[in-house]
């Protein structure tokens, strides 16, 4: 495994769980009205990253998922991110 590949994985795989756990924890301070995470957080999170964690959490939690933003940017965020990976596993 190229080291590109390995450091690229490290990256993506340390930002999804992040990303996962802000959906969670964030659906979880809603339910009890408490303070929640900004949606800037949420989406750069995802957009750094995160779209694959990010995209489990909100079908998981159920959470965002009404949101038109959040709908369309956490799946082709997530989509970006696995075909950069792909496309760092064929160079």
Sequence with gaps: MSEQLYALLIWLG??????FLLFGADKYKAKRGRWRIPEAALLSCALFGGGVGALLGMELFRHKTRK?????VIPLSALFQLGLLLWVWLK
């Design 14 to 19: 340390c930002l999804s769980v992040f990303a």
């Design 68 to 72: 038109p933003l959040f709908s369309v």
